[in-house]
């Protein structure tokens, strides 16, 4: 019996070695598509407003209906995977976005792209909320450590390739290969998910909780509306009221929900920890400002400067280049620094960073932009990898399924909230200050369509269709109207960032994270042999 189990135990930790480094592999080629999938579509934005002939607010569903489904998912998507296995619930997610993926590249109006879009969150909820649950449960330790590192660096890597090959491809091809590129990646994720991956699970999970899902979701869905239309209709419109009155009775009643569930999807007991909430926090924070601000800084950068998808994409590099080295940098500290100390300063870096950018001029040249970028990159790379660790580091493995969900999700409510309410204050901006710069001119009476057409990147068809005496006030009045707007919600952006800082600095502590023991064992131990194996 002794011969036996030393000789099973060295395979059983070189299988068990393998598998864990097959499955670091296999959560890092689908989050890269998931994370190259938005940074590329935001370079497409000003593309497929042109050809679907799309408004402000179009666009705005084009990253929401994505945002929304995967935020409205997570959370029902981590407590499957908790009760049926977080290996085969990150492989439907991955066939279901590869499917999503190439229904977006076939839309032929921007109503199916959104729909598409929507399905394609479908899948990417089912990878978000396993990809963080997959690392905990393989890996403990050191190696711990350097997995979640691997992930962060991740996150890098496609922040910084995301807008150059979006912009390849869009000026090179088409925006619709931004979604076609998808799916070689999702095979290859696909394969080794199915062929190397092993699978994990909570022991303790009950049934999903479909009350908890609706409530949350037609909340969720109800807030991001009326933000929306807000843009449109302003904020006293009699339907943005009743949409935000009912996302507050729904949210409401969906923490009702939870509390008298024996089983929520969300237990409330875990905001008991300080360091999950900064973690909350965090999520929320660096999704509402600096990659919400992101969709209207490619707008301005292609629709007010002239520069083309690939232009654009290169640009960024200064975000995306400095994110990335930052990233490499912070999941090394991950082990040594405790996370507060890269989270709250990381905030307050964003900050600064998103006060370089305001000050935007009709004038300015896209150099204006470089050392904000920069430093905002820098603040990215800071935050992300730690962020990824304090997800699951404040639960037991077999919970780690539901508060990666519930951190995931929060990213998606920040970015879907995020960019409907800083596009409703820029839609608003821009509208009364051509508006009010039009005021008194012959051109007055062209105000509101000249907002809709500077907020839907047709400006310059208005100017062809008006007298050559009036394009000149007429542009002038456009671009300064949309940099007043910019640097608005760019300021709103930093105190946002800077609000974070204070938060996480306050609420991150050391001492809830939990002590990681060796993860479990693919059978249980009713032998003397696996509990041999299992030590």
Same mark, same amino acid.
């Given at each position: 019996?002794?011969? +036996?189990?030393?000789?099973?135990? &060295? ?18 080629? *689908? ?8 940074? $590329?579509? =935001? ?26 489904? %995967? ?15 977080? @290996? ?8 279901? /976005? ?46 711990? *450590? ?20 979006? !912009? ?11 979604? /076609? ?10 394969? $080794? ?9 909570? &022991?303790?999970? !009950?049934?999903?909780?479909? %009350? ?53 999807? /969300? ?43 690939? !232009? ?24 040594? #620094? ?5 989270? *709250? ?7 600064? +960073? ?22 905002? !990159? ?5 935050? =992300?990898? &730690? %962020? ?6 404040? #639960? ?8 990666? +969900?519930?951190?995931?999700?929060? @990213? ?13 204050? /820029? ?33 310059? @068809?208005? %100017? ?24 608005? $919600?760019?300021?709103?952006?930093? #105190? ?9 600095? #306050?609420? $991150? ?27």
């Amino acid at each position: 019996m002794t011969t +036996g189990t030393h000789a099973a135990e &060295p395979t059983h930790h070189a299988a068990a070695g393998d598998t864990k480094w097959w499955t670091l592999a296999a959560v890092c080629t *689908g989050v890269f598509m998931l994370l190259l999938d938005i940074t $590329i579509v =935001n370079v497409a934005l000003p593309d497929i407003q042109r050809e679907l002939d799309a408004t402000l607010s179009d666009l705005q569903w084009v990253i929401d209906a994505y945002a929304l489904s %995967l935020a409205a998912l997570l959370l029902t998507a981590g407590s499957l995977a908790d009760l049926y296995g977080r @290996r085969r619930v990150f492989a439907i997610g991955t066939v279901l /976005f590869t499917v999503g993926s190439v229904a977006c590249g076939a839309a032929q109006d921007i109503t199916l792209l959104s729909v598409a879009r929507a399905f394609q969150g479908i899948g990417g909820a089912a990878m978000f909320a396993t990809a963080l649950a997959l690392l905990a449960s393989a890996f403990t330790g050191k190696d711990r *450590g350097v997995a979640f590192g691997a992930f962060g660096a991740t996150t890098g890597v496609a922040v910084a390739i995301g807008p150059v090959l979006g !912009g390849v491809l869009t000026s090179g091809l088409s925006w619709r290969w931004i979604f /076609f590129v998808n799916i070689p990646i999702c095979l290859v994720a696909l394969a $080794i998910t199915l062929l190397k991956v092993r699978e994990s699970a909570d &022991p303790r999970a !009950g049934r999903p909780d479909w %009350l908890g899902f609706l409530t949350f979701s037609i909340a969720l869905g109800a807030l991001v509306y009326g933000l929306i239309e807000a843009g449109k209709e302003g904020w006293g419109a009699t339907r943005v009221v009743a949409c935000l009155a009912a996302a507050v009775v729904l949210l409401v009643a969906f923490v009702v929900v939870q509390v008298r569930r024996r089983d929520p999807m /969300f237990d409330l007991t875990l905001l008991r920890k300080p360091t999950f909430v900064g973690g909350l926090v965090a999520a929320f924070a660096i999704s509402a400002s600096i990659f919400s601000l992101l969709t209207y800084l490619v707008i301005y950068v292609q629709n007010v400067l002239g520069y083309s998808a690939v !232009g654009t994409g290169v640009r960024f590099l200064f975000l995306s280049g400095a994110s990335f080295v930052a990233a490499v940098i912070a999941g090394r500290l991950t082990s040594h #620094v405790p996370t507060r100390w890269l989270i *709250g300063p990381g905030f307050l870096v964003l900050g600064v +960073g998103l006060l370089l950018i305001h000050g935007i001029e009709p004038g300015s040249s896209w150099t204006h932009l470089i050392p904000g970028l920069t430093v905002a !990159g820098v603040a990215i790379g800071m935050i =992300n990898p &730690p %962020l990824a660790s304090t997800a699951v580091g404040v #639960v037991t493995p077999e919970r780690s399924g539901m508060a990666s +969900g519930v951190n995931s999700t929060f @990213r998606q409510v920040g970015i879907a909230t995020g960019i409907a309410a800083l596009g409703s204050i /820029f839609a608003n901006e821009v509208a009364d200050g051509i508006r009010s710069g039009l005021a008194g001119t012959p051109a007055a009476g062209q105000a509101e369509q000249v907002a809709d057409a500077v907020t839907g990147g047709q400006l310059a @068809r208005v %100017l062809e269709a008006a007298p050559a005496q009036a394009r000149a006030q007429l542009s002038d009045v456009a671009t300064a109207s949309f940099v007043d707007a910019l640097n608005h $919600i760019t300021l709103i952006s930093a #105190v946002i960032a800077f609000a974070a800082a204070a938060l996480t600095l #306050v609420l $991150i502590r050391q001492r809830d994270f939990v002590p990681q023991g060796p993860p479990p064992t693919p059978a249980p131990p009713a032998t003397d042999q696996d509990q041999g194996s299992s030590t």
